[in-house]
């Protein structure tokens, strides 16, 4: 029996969006290791599973894939944690326009709540969210957003953009936002297709979407 099977063969009751809620106690040998470099890693435990120590968000499609999940999440990892080149609020800013751009309202409530806490006002949550320009933004900020909003609209940098964050930001922060988007991206949108549901007390999107379905559907 696999760990996508109950006891009869017909899939787990337990439904997480489109996809079996994964039990612990249930986990193959190779999901398992998965499952404990995740949950023993610089994450916070408490964002990671529910009270059965089920994975949550884009974590439990994850298990389909051991191998893969892992690299991702190491890399995910290491974008959050391993990136000096980047401070904790241009990091968080850059996740939110992420999760803006891409109408992610999972992605938005947990890094809304991962912004305050490294020093964001609910201002300048707003002024992401609404796409305004605010002048508590330090010039580094202000440039990052201005990287972010391009890479996830235009797919690329002009020669102009290119050239102030090569010089104001740094080649290596450059690197770690174009690496960064991309994550969030792939990020949001298994959180989309996989239709992973909001905590039951987790906040919308701003503009009132609460789940991992597609906006407007």
Do not use: C
């Amino acid at each position: 029996m696999t760990a996508t099977e109950d006891a009869d063969g017909k899939g787990s009751a337990d439904r997480y969006g489109r996809l079996p809620w994964f039990r612990p106690g249930d986990l193959t040998a190779e999901q398992r290791n998965y499952y404990d470099r995740l949950t023993s890693g610089p994450r916070n435990r408490a964002s990671l599973v529910d009270a059965q120590g089920r994975l949550k968000g884009a974590f439990n499609a994850r298990l389909l894939d051991p191998p893969v999940g892992t690299a991702i999440e190491q890399l995910g990892a290491v974008l959050r944690f391993g990136t000096p080149a980047l401070t904790d609020r241009q990091r968080e800013i850059a996740i939110l326009e992420v999760a803006r751009s891409e109408r992610s309202g999972y992605e938005w409530r947990a890094h809304s709540a991962a912004g305050l806490a490294a020093g964001l006002q609910p201002e300048e949550l707003d002024a992401i969210v609404s796409g305004r320009d605010l002048d508590t933004f330090s010039p580094a900020e202000t440039l990052t957003r201005q990287v972010v909003r391009a890479l996830v609209t235009e797919r690329d940098l002009t020669d102009l953009l290119f050239a102030a964050a090569e010089q104001d930001l740094g080649p290596t922060a450059l690197f770690d936002l174009i690496s960064l988007v991309g994550y969030y991206q792939h990020t949001a949108l298994a959180l989309r297709v996989w239709r992973v549901p909001l905590d039951p007390d987790g906040t919308p999107f701003p503009d009132g979407e609460a789940v991992g379905a597609p906006f407007g559907h």
